[in-house]
Each structure stands twice: as structure tokens, then as C-alpha cells.
């Protein structure tokens, strides 16, 4: 999987203060490093640096219409970046710190490059709830624009082992701090229209958010209209094996089987369960990495039981569908 540029090997560290403080030491210099959020890894950079915003495009050979999220210690931080309105508030006070990204309209005081909104008059902002990102951010002491630390369309990395596959030594550091909790992206809302749009359901439910600011709509990326986020759509997790969606008959053994729930069909071969008791939020922390586990040559094709579209099993859906998209 990895060509002669990633052989050497990765700066994997594990995520102790001292090492929190060599990486932001290194942020601070333009470098490039990977972290633990409750979501997934991020590929960090100082937002106000343009070289180094740029090098996380290069490092994922990412499009350059994709913007990025920007990454800060707290609320109060994110006000300095973007414009807030009640609504906004309202949200950062009920999700921040947590898996929630909001799309306002950039601060006219804001340092981050705008290379980081891709050219859009907004700016995607997160409190990460993950005490290592949250370490980092205060030791960094600017905004850290990142991606999810993976190559552009692969799936994203809920361990740092996934990280040093993916990137190998194109992140002059991986600190390790294990699992990703939420194990999906966050949930990104627009605020930046008078209707607020859902434009990638995640680790924060569509029901949770509706509870705070009322019904969400929902950004349609084909409509008419420009694509409010340009990397929301299509093909964008994308196993190398195809994926079989909705399966409830028994199967083949040349077949891998992405489980859910109690009642597995037959005649799989390899078979995961991403939560034998039915838990959304424990299917969700186990999707990237089991999905990566069965995504081996000797499957055929995976096969993915239904899953339930409450909750997080919107986003566990929303991922499913888009991998599961022919090439
Ligand atoms: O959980 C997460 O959100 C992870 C962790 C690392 O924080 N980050 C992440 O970033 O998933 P990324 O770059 O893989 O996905 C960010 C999504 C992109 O699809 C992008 O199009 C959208 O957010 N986005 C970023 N800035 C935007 C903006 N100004 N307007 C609309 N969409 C935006
Ligand atoms: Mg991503």
C-alpha cells in the first residue's frame, strides 16, 4: 500500500505532555502533525500559516476546492475567527467541547489563511472534546486547521497505526493517545444562511442539534445552487473491496460480513460485529477500523447489515453509503 516516498518510518510517539510540547513546538515552526480528536485523527497545521495549511493539502493530496476545519481551544477562541449569532451560541454552549463543527461567516479580525476556507467567505470551526487535542491547542496557542489524517479518499484513521499506514512519514509526527471514542467525523452545520443546514451528519445527532436550534435543513450538494461544501459529496471513504449495503439473507464465504445486532445471517466468511447488543454509539467507534480490518484481498466484497438511521446511525449511514458508491 505504501509507495517508496512513505517507506521511512513514522514519527509515532505516544501522547505524553512532553511530547504534546514538542509537537506544538513543531506546529508553531509550520510543521505538519497528526493527533487524537474524540472523532478521528486530525493532520494538524497552524491555520495562519499558508505554507503550512498548504502542506496538509500536498501531504493528502487533497483538492484544493476542499476546505478545512480550524480547530481551537474553546469558545471564546472561535469568536475571534467568526462571526457568532444566537444560534451559534447556542450551539457552541450545548456541543463545545465535542464532535460539532459550525460554518460561520469568517471574522473580519480572523488570522486564519484563507486558504483553509478554499476560497468560501466562511470558516468551519470545532472545540475538540479529546484531552490531548485539547493539551495541544492550548500549548499551540493559535487555531490548528485539520483534516482527518488520512490520504484523500481513504477512510478516515481512528488509531495512529492507521495514521503511519496512510501518511507514513508525511506527518513529522503522530502523537498516539489509542482509540478515537466517537470513531466518526463531527457534524457539520452551516449557520452561515438564515436556514441552518446539516451538511455532514457526524458524531453529534441530527436530533440533539434540532433539540437546541429547531429542524436543520438539508444542503443539497446537486441542487441548484453553488455546493455549500464541495467535499461532502460523492465517493469519499472508499475501501478497496465494493460494499454490499442492507444484507439480511445468508451469504457466501467469499464474502466478508460487516454485522450489526444480534440476528447474523449465515454463510459468511470473515464476519465483525459492530455492536452485537444493536448500540449505535459502540458501532460507530468500531466502523473505520472494522471496515479497514475486512478490506483485505481475500473478500470478495464486504457485506453490511442494516443499520437503524437514528442517532449516529445517520453518520454510520452516510459513511456506508459514500464508500459503498461505485468508483
Ligand atoms: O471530526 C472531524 O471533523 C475531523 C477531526 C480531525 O476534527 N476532521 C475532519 O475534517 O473530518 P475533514 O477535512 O476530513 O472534513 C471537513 C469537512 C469537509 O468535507 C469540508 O468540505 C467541510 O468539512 N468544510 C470545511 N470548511 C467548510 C466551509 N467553510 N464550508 C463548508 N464546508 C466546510
Ligand atoms: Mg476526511
Known amino acids: 500500500m505504501q ?7 513514522p514519527a509515532m510517539v505516544p501522547a505524553t505532555a512532553e511530547n504534546i510540547l514538542d509537537a506544538a513546538r513543531r506546529l508553531r515552526a509550520g510543521a505538519l502533525v497528526a493527533f ?3 472523532t478521528v485523527y486530525g493532520l494538524g497545521a497552524d491555520a495562519t500559516d499558508d505554507r503550512a ?24 477562541a472561535a469568536a475571534r475567527e467568526a462571526v457568532f449569532d444566537a444560534r451559534a451560541e447556542r450551539l457552541a454552549a450545548s456541543f463545545w467541547p465535542g464532535p460539532l463543527t459550525l ?34 491547542l492550548n500549548a499551540v496557542g493559535r487555531p490548528i486547521a485539520a483534516p482527518s489524517a488520512n490520504r484523500a479518499g481513504e477512510i478516515s484513521p481512528t488509531e495512529a497505526a492507521h495514521v503511519a499506514a496512510s501518511l507514513g512519514d508525511r506527518a513529522a509526527l503522530i502523537l498516539d493517545g489509542g482509540r478515537c471514542p466517537v470513531g466518526v467525523e463531527s457534524t457539520v452545520v452551516d449557520l452561515s444562511g438564515p436556514t441552518p443546514l446539516l451538511l455532514r451528519p457526524g458524531g453529534a445527532t441530527r436530533e440533539a442539534i434540532e433539540a437546541v436550534i ?9 441542487g441548484d445552487g453553488p455546493a455549500r461544501s464541495p467535499g461532502l459529496i460523492g465517493r469519499h471513504y472508499a475501501p478497496g473491496r465494493p ?26 466468511g ?8 444493536g448500540d449505535l454509539v459502540e458501532a460507530a467507534a468500531n466502523l473505520f477500523a472494522m471496515l479497514r480490518a475486512l478490506d483485505r484481498p481475500e ?16 453518520a454510520i449511514n452516510d459513511r456506508l453509503r459514500r464508500a459503498a458508491l461505485a468508483g
Open 3 to 9: 509507495d517508496t516516498k512513505t517507506k521511512r518510518r
Open 36 to 38: 487524537p480528536t474524540e
Open 53 to 76: 495549511v498548504a502542506a496538509i493539502f500536498a501531504a493528502k493530496e487533497r483538492p484544493r476546492f476542499n476546505p478545512l476545519i480550524v480547530h481551537v481551544p474553546n469558545q471564546a
Open 103 to 136: 460554518v460561520l461567516k469568517r471574522g473580519a479580525e480572523s488570522r486564519v489563511s484563507l486558504l483553509v476556507s478554499a476560497g468560501l467567505d466562511t470558516v468551519a470551526l470545532r472545540v475538540p472534546g479529546h484531552n490531548v487535542a485539547h493539551a495541544l
Open 214 to 222: 429547531g429542524p436543520l435543513g438539508t444542503a443539497s450538494a446537486t
Open 243 to 268: 460494499l454490499r449495503l442492507d444484507v439480511t439473507t445468508s451469504g457466501t464465504a467469499d464474502e466478508a460480513l460487516l454485522a450489526f445486532g444480534p440476528a447474523v445471517p449465515s454463510g459468511y
Open 270 to 277: 470473515e464476519t465483525l460485529n459492530l455492536s452485537p447488543s
Open 299 to 314: 473478500h470478495r466484497a464486504v457485506a453490511v447489515m442494516p443499520i437503524p438511521s437514528t442517532g449516529l446511525g445517520l
